[in-house]
């Protein structure tokens, strides 16, 4: 007991001198977001965010995780742009989501959001400026695309600040110790496709019924309309339920990769990752022409994905993400020459690749 006690007196001293110490850097925050208001600059800034985490991460040496230092500076410098400005940040809602998570992961919790019913209304929301920042999913490594955010890319404006991995974790939640049998499930009807082995395992005569989102069923727990939703742990904390199964999704690596919009352009980090919108000409060989200039300036391409245009039948939009910034002079030289091909082209943004 003497021992923990020495321990304990040691941990209250470092805990007070890093108090200090967080206060000295909010100081300096302080004083960085006067500079900033002065010559109009952005408070959230991607690149220093990732050039911080870059840093923290290479200079750690344990045995604190690298992901418990990611969570804890996230909280940092969450707590240290609300002190320059109250930033507010949009979200496909309601709470509790995937992309609330995310955007919370992205953010911190010391700004404010604002949850939106549908993805279009995130987008209004930056573009009225009502919201500084929005937080959109767009595609699942087991589902594929999100096909109404690529759509919106099509006519807004706004541009692709930043992305945010998500490893998306399903649970099975009840109101209660209950222990009776269970016959429905709620949730979103992509959720019960990415834990279907494991419902039809455990509950092969549950009715499954599908809503709006994750939210909304754990929700409907919540009143007593349904006997279990599958959601997130932090759907179970926001609605008081309890988790009986933890982790039912089929595949250990199902993740969402969300993009954070605003208007801002993100300069050149030298880990950055470039996407592009554009639709070709209708005539042989248009996607062989289109590609080339990317095979001969050896630049990579991360992602394509095509998506109907609604304004013309049989006419396609093609969303391109690849390796590199716009500023790099292998992805410059790309798109000049990939204008000469192309009936539309639209740079969406470059920004920093998350790890």
């Known amino acids: 007991m003497k021992r923990l006690k020495i321990l304990r007196n040691k941990i209250d001293g470092i805990d007070t001198a890093m108090l200090e110490l ?47 230092v990611k969570a804890i500076y996230s909280e ?3 707590a240290s742009l609300a002190l320059q400005d109250r930033l507010k940040i949009a979200f496909l809602g309601p709470k509790a989501t995937f992309t609330h998570i995310a955007a919370l992961k992205k953010f911190g919790k010391s700004l404010d959001y604002i949850e939106c019913a549908s993805i279009a209304d995130v987008f209004t929301e930056v573009e009225r400026q009502r919201a500084n ?15 109404h955010t690529l759509d919106m890319f099509v006519d807004s404006e706004l541009k692709i600040c930043s992305e945010v991995y998500l490893p998306i974790e399903h649970n099975l939640l009840v109101k209660g110790n209950t222990g009776r049998a269970i016959k429905n499930v ?7 496709a990415q834990c279907r ?13 599908s809503c709006a989102s994750t939210t909304e069923a754990a929700m409907a727990v919540a ?3 349904a006997d279990s939703a599958i959601a997130s ?4 904390e926001t609605y008081r339920l309890n988790i009986k199964a933890r982790s039912i999704e089929d595949s250990a690596h199902n993740i969402t990769r969300f993009l954070v919009i605003g208007k801002q352009d993100i300069r050149r980090t030298g880990n950055d ?25 050896r630049v990579n391409l991360t992602k394509i994905e095509s998506r109907p245009s609604k304004k013309r039948a049989w006419k396609y939009y093609f969303f391109v993400d690849m390796q590199g910034h716009l500023t790099d002079k292998k992805i410059a030289d790309s798109i000049k020459q990939l204008r000469r091909y192309t009936s539309f082209l639209k740079i969406l943004g470059s920004y920093p690749t998350a790890r």
């Open 76 to 78: 940092i410098m969450s």
């Open 273 to 297: 990752k470039t996407s592009i919108l554009f639709s070709m000409n209708d005539k042989a060989g248009a996607l062989h022409d289109v590609l080339s200039p990317f095979k001969k300036n």
């Open 233 to 236: 742990g932090l759907a179970a």
């Open 133 to 147: 920042y929005g937080v959109v999913p767009i595609e699942n490594s087991t589902e594929g695309a999100v096909n």
């Open 22 to 68: 967080l206060n000295k850097r909010a100081s300096l925050t302080l004083s960085i977001g006067q500079i900033k208001a002065k010559s109009s600059k952005p408070v959230f800034s991607p690149v220093r965010e990732s050039d911080i985490y870059s840093k923290l991460l290479k200079s750690n040496k344990g045995p604190m995780k690298k992901e418990s």
């Open 223 to 225: 009143n007593g309309k």
């Open 197 to 209: 082995i494991w419902l039809e395992k455990n509950f092969p005569c549950a009715k499954l019924i």
């Open 186 to 192: 709620y949730s979103r009807y992509e959720v019960f």
